[in-house]
């Protein structure tokens, strides 16, 4: 018999691209035998609009790459910039800026579990990941006013200081949410329809998984121990006590898997830190540059400058955001400007290892592979 | 078989609410939830404390606020179909005279009624005598 | 317990009129005319019409029950706003859906896409014929009853197959591709599983099989073919499931892989066709599976109110309760791969119901029941 290839251009408006992203299929009935990657429809130059902003004014801007989780975006831009311009942050600060990460690393995998169900057409645990999330966000809003789009994290400190009560309120969202965590395991892991899905789909070998340049809970997915919080350790998190989770298997499920245990491991974090967070400001109080000390109340934020002029040179730093390494590279020309800013960020370099997991599978298999690597629109186009 | 049996029994306790899983939808035009105090929604200006210096102007990321003369002095203009809400304005404030209220309503119909000018941002201080 | 063969609709309409002491007087009056025919056919009409509103009104009562099931499943509220607890959410739906715009894409099949809507509907409904509501509740006791609804919802694939072809749609072919692989492969279980309970009602009629699950087994439980065949149920309950094209076997639709499938080109009053048509078969195909295996309308006699009533109350009860477990596995599970199903359905089930229609002959035979 006779038969034809067909194409198929799956996106940008299509309910499961998470946004404005678009694969060119090449189909042979329902399986595929080419996909092609089309993004870009997000962009909107934030490297460069940072090259105009202060170093200060860029931070907002780092929310709006990886929406779902704000604060790794916060904090690996901060880094930059402290290491370049030499800031000491007081071990509160980073006792809080981790508390934010781990916290946010949850919220991120709720949103992840919720959206790979709902891909797979099981309309509930959106529901209950959602239900869970909007207590993390109420925790946000408590800290910073924000409940997305932080802008928490600071050259020198975090904003603002723990405000009161929240700490016991987090306990309780910490305490609720290992029982609800129980539940999603009781309601997915052993779904043998869900199994039937992930089992074996998508499946990317390690080597070529490192190849691609796959960081993150999807390269641990393929049984690589890459961690960034371990290998490379900044902040406080020499002193925490967690382990990095992998599954060697390199499929779907695999990918799955290694997040609910970080959801887990990201709860055992948070109790850490809750429970030793030591006392002081949560903002350095070293003078900076040509600022005069402005010791306004409102904020401790205060006894930092505005604008401040790091010395000339460049400095890359990564942090192990919820969906890999998340880079910032940034070059000061000593002026208050950053002359350059680049971002390596986990969504895209996840995302072009794609078409070699699911050529040779069925677009019901591109939709599960798809919503286990946990991309995020606004990270891919940047 | 038994996956699904499991996966049964945790939706059926969903629904019959057993062993604190309640509803917990908002009702939102009807009921609403109470902001945190810090909450970043639409700013006030202090009409004592503002000086119109401009320095939130400058600091502006998305170049929100412009300064504008109202009565005889000058304060802050604010295009919220513009803002990030970040509150860089409020940190930089050197008479701490900007705060940013619960109010998250801002929806509007055209892009001009975004503009909110000192008549509808400034508020007087209560002072102790 | 009722046995025997009681009556259809017509028959008792005829009787209410005969008891009120108005046939007579309307026969009278027809037969004057020379229209003898026309009011048998307007009894008909009668029965026709009131079947339809009857349905009509239990689908958009499942439209707001499966949001509420849903909303409940997952910590919500569902509907609140309209009317009390949001029991008028579906008028307002439809009212929504009337005052939209009737899209017919550019490259359409016109006649195909617009007709394709209606088959869907009207094949929807054609499966009540034979559906035994109650005692004497049926607007025809067909011999071939369950020949006749096994044939019926053989239709809706052509139909969709109609729609998916006319829509112009990529998309739309694939899921009317998927819609007519699984309903080939799925009806076939369904019909052996369904002729295991007609080897031991030796019968077609469906009031026939519902009489025959009146009486208990062993004296405590009632004869339900549940209790006789349980594999048999189980089966025909995955195979309805399928049939039906819900969560877990969605495919013709499969919103996240293939947007809305084979009514993604639909708009207005033909999207509502489509939404109609498939609660009415939702409604329809837990009708059947009550009817084959859970006693129909039988239950206890209550008193002395009549027996039609009774029997239409237990027969929804049992009905919704299979509803129910639907709406509650499709909030649970999440959707299989098309050919993961082909495979369970010719592989698994196909043998699995012919073990099924051995065992059921091996009973009958030895005399056991």
Redo the contacts between chains.
Sequence with gaps: METEQLLLNMGPVHPSTHGVLRFKLRMDGEIIRDCQVVMGYLHRGTEKLGEMKTYLQFVPYTDRLDYIAAMPNNYAYVKAVEELAGIEVPERAEFIRVLCMELNRVVNHLVFLGSLLLDLGASTPIMYGFREREKALQLFEMLCGARMTFNYIKPGGVREDLPEGFIPKLNEFMKDMEKRVDDYEQLINGNEIFLLRMKNIGVISAEEAVNYGMTGPSLRGSGVKYDIRRLEPYSIYPDLDFKVCSYPEGDSYARYMVRIDEMRESLHILRQVADNMPPGKAATTQRYGIAPETGIPSSVMSYFPRIFTPPPGEVYSRIEAPKGELGFYVVSDGTTKPYRIKIRSPSFCNLVAIPSMIVGLKIPDLIAAFGTIDVVLGDVDR | ????I???????K??LQIG??????V?YPYERMK??????GKHAVDEDACIGCG?CEV???NGTITIVKYNTRWFPQFDLGMC?????C?????M?ALK?TGDYELADYTRESLIYGPEKLLFKKEVNK | MWTGDGMNAYELIVSILYSIDVYDLLLDAFRSAGMEYALRVIIVLVELAVLFGFVLITVMFLTWMERKVVAMVQSRYGPMVTGPRGLLQPVMDGIKLIGKEDIIPAGADRWIFTLAPFVVFVAALLVFIPLPFGYSLIISDLKVGLLYIIAISAVSPVAILLAGWASNNKYSLMGAMRAVAQDISYTIPLALAAIAVVVFTGSLSTVDIVNAQSGTLFGIIPKWFIFITPLGFILFLIASIAEMGRIPFDFQESEQELVAGFFTEYSGMKFAMFFLAEYAHLFAVSGIVVTLFFGGWTGPVLGNIPVQITSLIYFLIKTYAVIFFAMWLRDTVPRVRIDQLLNLGWKIMVPLALLNLLFAGFVVTAGVI
């Design positions: 078989m038994i996956g699904i499991q996966g049964l029994i945790v939706t059926l969903h629904v604190n899983r309640p509803t917990v939808t009702q902001v945190s105090p810090r909450f970043r320095i600091n502006c990321p990030l809400f970040c509150g860089l409020v940190d930089v404030c050197p701490n940013m």
